[in-house]
């Protein structure tokens, strides 16, 4: 095998040729909270659009959350039985980790309390959590096993997903939740055997790219294995990439295309 010198840190200098000269988009900060929390309602609404794009709806499931940034221990999450495509900013219901309805004016799914809140309490690392019924992360659940490192952006899942092998139904209470989130660990993404995908990140952009990409690596390793042997990258350059495709700015980076098709094509989830 080659052995290539490569860059040890990733940065918008490592990744792309001409930021010395070109803006490149970078995820913004914000000193006002209040300011922070309107922007990331409109990427969650914005996200929900994203799902509807990738055909990630099914009936009453799914659902994405986001951290509230005035008051941490709640998050910001779909109301029941609306359409992804409908979903906008001010259609969000803010729920407590205790499970108290804060602000908003619809009813949730039970499960998405059940599962996101207990991850937002087990991770205050993670900002977002993806969840959904999509039909290539519903069959490779089936298989009851992990994501093989086959592509590079499969190695984005290399030594940080799991798989959760405890399906008991729909999720309804919250000991449910708390076994996902220790399934879950430390990594960006679990496969919910018998059920689905879902993954996390710092900013819903990370969280709903992570899962868009997944979903997409569901459907290529089984177009793989029924061809044939898999031929796996080597451990070595699986984890180099691992440690590059799942970078902060790489993952926040990811969504951006996504964000600006919806964006030109149905701004109304801004609203």
């Not at 709640?74 to 979903?87: K, R």
């Not at 499960?111 to 690392?125: G, L, T, Y």
């Amino acid at each position: 095998m080659t052995e290539l010198t490569k860059p040890d840190d990733v940065s918008i200098e490592s990744m792309t040729r001409g930021s010395d000269k070109f803006a490149v988009p970078q995820a913004p900060s914000f000193e006002d909270k209040h300011q922070q929390r309107q922007y990331d309602k409109q990427r969650l609404a914005s996200a929900f659009r994203v799902f509807a794009m990738k055909g990630f709806d099914e009936g009453l499931a799914g659902h994405i959350t986001v951290r509230d940034a005035v008051e941490p221990e709640t998050f910001w999450v779909n109301p029941v039985g609306v359409h992804f495509s409908q979903i906008n900013a001010s259609m969000l219901v803010r729920v407590a980790h205790s499970g108290e309805i804060i602000e908003g004016n619809h009813a949730i799914n039970n499960a998405a309390f059940a599962i996101h809140s207990r991850i937002h309490q087990a991770r205050p690392d993670v900002n977002a959590v993806a969840h959904a019924h999509t039909t290539y992360g519903r069959a490779f659940s089936a298989l009851g096993q992990a994501l093989a490192p086959i592509s590079q952006d499969a190695c984005m899942f290399y030594q940080n997903h799991s798989v959760f092998s405890e399906f008991t139904g729909v999720v309804s209470v919250a000991e449910e939740g708390d076994l996902i989130a220790q399934s879950l660990a430390d990594n960006c993404g679990v496969i919910l055997q018998n059920h689905g995908l879902l993954t996390v990140g710092k900013t819903v952009d990370a969280a709903t790219a992570n899962f868009v990409i997944m979903d997409s690596c569901c459907h290529s390793q089984l177009l793989a294995q029924s061809a044939g042997e898999l031929k796996l990258i080597p451990e070595p350059i699986a984890k180099q990439t691992q440690k590059f495709n799942g970078s902060d700015i790489v993952t926040w980076g990811n969504y951006q295309p996504m964000y600006a098709q919806v964006l030109s094509s149905d701004n109304s989830f801004l609203d």
